[in-house]
């Protein structure tokens, strides 16, 4: 099991922008895919976007055009660049392999205010 810590979710107005970040404890080149997952109030967890070992990006219609993932050159870091924010986008975000295979962490918060 690698270890992931997300963090950068913060408060924002509708229509900004925040990147999250998320911290494995070792490489993640061997894993075929990484995600962002999200849980709104009252709502069940749902996968958002993942990216492949070798780069591809995977997005759910609901973020597709807004909302951008990348690995970084290391790959020990997958990052969820969020742009044009909805209020709807509220919710816990979290990282995971996809299919999931680790626990889940804490998770970081992402309000957004209309």
């Known amino acids: 099991q690698v270890q992931l810590v997300e963090s950068g979710g913060g408060l924002v107005q509708a229509g900004g922008s925040l990147r999250l970040s998320c911290a494995a404890s070792r490489s993640i080149l061997d894993i075929n895919a990484m995600g962002w997952y999200r849980q709104a109030p009252g709502k069940t967890r749902a996968l958002v976007a993942h990216?492949?070992?070798?780069?591809?990006?995977y997005y759910a219609d609901s973020v597709k055009g807004r909302f951008r993932i990348s690995r970084d050159n290391a790959n020990t870091m997958v990052y969820l660049e969020m742009n044009s924010l909805k209020p709807e986008d509220t919710a816990v975000y979290y990282c995971?392999?996809?299919?999931?295979?680790?626990?889940w962490g804490q998770g970081t918060q992402v309000t957004v205010s209309s």
């Open positions: 995971n392999t996809v299919p999931i295979r680790n626990s």
């Open positions: 990216i492949t070992s070798d780069g591809r990006k």
